[in-house]
């Protein structure tokens, strides 16, 4: 059975068999040796009785992938294409917030495809959430070779119409409970930056996830402060905290996950939060449906993310 989205939220629908997914380049252009991952891309979507459409190029504009206006035009593009169920976005970087002025809604909304990323691609999913559309934060082409096969798995359980259940090691920092709400979230620092736009959807009672890469512990500690002040962390249902790491002052893991417990217990004394899930910048990227209602259990024996179904 499907997951159940929020109320007034829209869910694209499963992908049929040979259908298409597209890749579409919304950040940096794809990096110059891609044959082998093209090969594995097709490979991939074949298992699941799937086509899979390769732009034949890319633009390029400094390390984008085009500037904004031709990114636009080839997202365009694959929205009139009959075929085409998904857009996958082949990598971050970062620069897909160019696009949200221009973004194509109503031709979006019409279409009603599935748009794949994470990273920098949480700009255009927040976005999608303001506007009562769904997608998938989950692995990308660029990172597949990296990707743990249950990641993958769980992506084609989505798009064929159902739903995982996940869970998690309990981590020593957490806060138990249970909650239930609309699951939003993605990378931290995109978050924040959409902070005060038209763009950014509201948190208030919804279930958070978070993940960061390569950021400075007082950085980190900086966004988690303006995340609070502008959506108070007691006022969300539940956080799910996943993968914080790569810091360029050689923190560690535990470190930065000791920072962000000492101070989401600060502010949000009562809420259920786990750390250390299975989602972000490594190869356990399983995939978050945005806009879903989901139970979340944080206990001694672990932490659990199950998806209601429709």
């Not at 949200?100 to 999913?125: C, H, N, V, Y």
Request: with cysteine; proline share 8%.
């Amino acid at each position: 059975m499907a997951a159940r989205v929020a109320p007034g939220i829209q869910c694209p629908a499963p992908v049929p068999a040979a259908h298409t997914i597209a890749l579409w380049a919304a950040a940096f252009a794809p990096s110059q040796d891609t044959t082998a991952r093209w090969k594995a891309i097709e490979q991939w979507c074949r298992q699941h009785a799937w086509q899979c459409f390769i732009p034949p190029s890319f633009s390029s504009f400094h390390a984008f992938a085009g500037t904004a206006t031709e990114r636009i035009r080839a997202l365009q593009s694959l929205l009139t294409h009959p075929q085409v169920a998904a857009i996958w976005a082949v990598r971050g970087g970062y620069s897909s917030y160019h696009l949200l002025e221009d973004f194509p809604i109503e031709q979006w909304r019409k279409k009603m495809p599935w748009l794949i990323g994470f990273s920098d691609l949480t700009a255009l999913q927040l976005y999608l959430i303001k506007q009562g559309i769904a997608s998938l934060h989950a692995p990308m082409p660029s990172v597949l070779h990296n990707t743990h096969p249950d990641a993958l798995r769980h992506l084609a359980t989505f798009l064929q119409g159902g739903a995982p259940v996940y869970t998690a090691p309990a981590h020593p920092l957490q806060q138990a409970g249970e909650a239930e709400g609309c699951l939003i979230g993605g990378n931290l620092a995109v978050l924040c930056s959409l902070i005060g736009t038209p763009f950014m959807p509201e948190l208030q009672d919804c279930i958070l996830f978070i993940e960061e890469v390569g950021e400075h512990s007082y950085a980190i500690d900086r966004m988690l402060h303006h995340l609070h002040y502008a959506f108070p962390l007691h006022r969300l249902r539940g956080l799910i905290i996943g993968a914080v790491s790569r810091s360029p002052d050689g923190e560690s893991q535990e470190y930065l996950y000791k920072r962000i417990a000492e101070i989401v217990q600060q502010k949000a004394p009562h809420l259920p939060f786990c750390l250390g899930f299975p989602v972000g910048h490594e190869n356990q990227n399983y995939p978050m449906l945005q806009g879903a209602m989901v139970r979340l259990s944080i206990h001694a024996q672990g932490c659990t993310l199950s998806f209601q179904l429709q």
